[in-house]
Nanobody, 121 residues
Framework: QVQLVESGGGLVQAGGSLRLSCVVS????????IGWFRQAPGKEREFVAA????????TYADSVKGRFAISVWSAKNLVNLQMNSLKAEDTAVYYC??????????????WGQGTQVTVSS
Protein backbone atom coordinates (compact mmCIF):
# COMPACT_ATOMS: atom_id res chain seq x y z
CA GLN A 1 0.00 0.00 0.00
CA VAL A 2 1.53 3.25 -1.16
CA GLN A 3 1.33 6.11 1.31
CA LEU A 4 2.31 9.73 0.80
CA VAL A 5 2.88 12.23 3.58
CA GLU A 6 3.31 15.94 2.94
CA SER A 7 5.08 18.40 5.18
CA GLY A 8 6.49 21.91 5.08
CA GLY A 9 3.35 24.00 4.87
CA GLY A 10 2.84 27.11 6.95
CA LEU A 11 2.25 30.84 6.98
CA VAL A 12 4.50 33.07 4.90
CA GLN A 13 4.40 36.65 3.68
CA ALA A 14 3.89 37.45 0.04
CA GLY A 15 7.21 37.29 -1.79
CA GLY A 16 8.54 34.66 0.57
CA SER A 17 9.43 31.01 0.03
CA LEU A 18 8.42 27.61 1.33
CA ARG A 19 9.57 24.11 0.53
CA LEU A 20 7.05 21.30 0.66
CA SER A 21 8.13 17.69 0.94
CA CYS A 22 6.33 14.48 0.08
CA VAL A 23 7.63 11.22 1.50
CA VAL A 24 6.63 8.07 -0.35
CA SER A 25 6.35 4.77 1.52
CA UNK A 26 5.21 1.36 0.30
CA UNK A 27 6.84 2.21 -3.01
CA UNK A 28 9.61 4.37 -4.37
CA UNK A 29 9.86 7.61 -6.30
CA UNK A 30 11.40 5.58 -9.13
CA UNK A 31 8.18 3.56 -9.38
CA UNK A 32 5.66 6.37 -9.56
CA UNK A 33 5.27 9.69 -11.24
CA ILE A 34 4.56 12.24 -8.51
CA GLY A 35 2.37 15.29 -8.84
CA TRP A 36 1.50 18.24 -6.64
CA PHE A 37 -1.98 19.68 -6.60
CA ARG A 38 -3.65 22.38 -4.53
CA GLN A 39 -7.16 23.23 -3.47
CA ALA A 40 -8.32 26.58 -2.17
CA PRO A 41 -11.60 26.96 -0.27
CA GLY A 42 -14.57 26.83 -2.61
CA LYS A 43 -12.41 25.91 -5.60
CA GLU A 44 -11.65 22.72 -7.45
CA ARG A 45 -8.41 20.88 -6.96
CA GLU A 46 -5.88 22.18 -9.48
CA PHE A 47 -2.62 20.89 -10.85
CA VAL A 48 0.61 22.52 -9.74
CA ALA A 49 3.55 20.41 -10.93
CA ALA A 50 4.62 16.85 -11.66
CA UNK A 51 7.82 14.89 -12.11
CA UNK A 52 8.32 11.63 -13.91
CA UNK A 53 9.51 8.52 -12.07
CA UNK A 54 12.89 8.74 -13.81
CA UNK A 55 13.07 12.44 -12.87
CA UNK A 56 13.77 13.27 -16.51
CA UNK A 57 10.54 15.16 -17.13
CA UNK A 58 8.83 17.91 -15.20
CA THR A 59 5.70 19.86 -15.95
CA TYR A 60 4.17 22.93 -14.32
CA ALA A 61 0.95 24.88 -14.29
CA ASP A 62 1.32 28.22 -16.05
CA SER A 63 0.43 30.00 -12.82
CA VAL A 64 3.55 28.70 -11.03
CA LYS A 65 6.04 28.38 -13.89
CA GLY A 66 9.24 30.18 -13.07
CA ARG A 67 8.39 30.40 -9.35
CA PHE A 68 8.01 26.75 -8.28
CA ALA A 69 10.42 23.87 -8.80
CA ILE A 70 9.75 20.16 -8.31
CA SER A 71 12.61 17.76 -7.59
CA VAL A 72 13.26 14.24 -6.39
CA TRP A 73 15.63 12.98 -3.71
CA SER A 74 15.54 9.30 -4.60
CA ALA A 75 17.69 8.13 -1.71
CA LYS A 76 15.08 9.49 0.70
CA ASN A 77 12.02 8.59 -1.41
CA LEU A 78 11.24 12.27 -1.25
CA VAL A 79 9.75 14.74 -3.69
CA ASN A 80 10.19 18.44 -2.96
CA LEU A 81 8.26 21.43 -4.20
CA GLN A 82 10.27 24.61 -3.79
CA MET A 83 7.93 27.60 -3.89
CA ASN A 84 9.41 31.06 -4.36
CA SER A 85 7.90 34.51 -4.87
CA LEU A 86 4.72 33.35 -3.21
CA LYS A 87 1.50 35.24 -3.81
CA ALA A 88 -1.73 35.44 -1.85
CA GLU A 89 -3.41 33.41 -4.57
CA ASP A 90 -1.07 30.50 -3.83
CA THR A 91 -2.92 29.99 -0.55
CA ALA A 92 -4.39 26.49 -0.54
CA VAL A 93 -4.05 22.99 0.82
CA TYR A 94 -1.29 21.31 -1.15
CA TYR A 95 -1.44 17.60 -1.91
CA CYS A 96 1.06 15.22 -3.43
CA UNK A 97 -0.16 12.28 -5.46
CA UNK A 98 1.29 9.24 -7.20
CA UNK A 99 0.17 8.05 -10.59
CA UNK A 100 0.00 9.57 -14.05
CA UNK A 101 2.23 12.36 -15.28
CA UNK A 102 -0.73 14.54 -16.15
CA UNK A 103 -2.62 17.54 -14.85
CA UNK A 104 -5.78 15.55 -14.20
CA UNK A 105 -6.43 14.49 -10.59
CA UNK A 106 -8.32 11.40 -11.79
CA UNK A 107 -5.11 10.04 -13.31
CA UNK A 108 -3.49 9.76 -9.88
CA UNK A 109 -4.09 6.68 -7.72
CA UNK A 110 -2.66 7.62 -4.34
CA TRP A 111 -2.94 10.86 -2.39
CA GLY A 112 -1.47 12.38 0.73
CA GLN A 113 -3.50 14.11 3.40
CA GLY A 114 -2.42 17.61 2.40
CA THR A 115 -0.52 20.47 3.99
CA GLN A 116 -1.83 24.01 4.39
CA VAL A 117 0.01 26.91 2.78
CA THR A 118 -1.13 30.41 3.68
CA VAL A 119 0.38 33.47 2.04
CA SER A 120 -0.38 36.80 3.69
CA SER A 121 -0.46 39.92 1.56
Amino acid sequence: QVQLVESGGGLVQAGGSLRLSCVVSGGTTSTYNIGWFRQAPGKEREFVAAISRDAAHTTYADSVKGRFAISVWSAKNLVNLQMNSLKAEDTAVYYCAAGGLTSRPDDYDYWGQGTQVTVSS
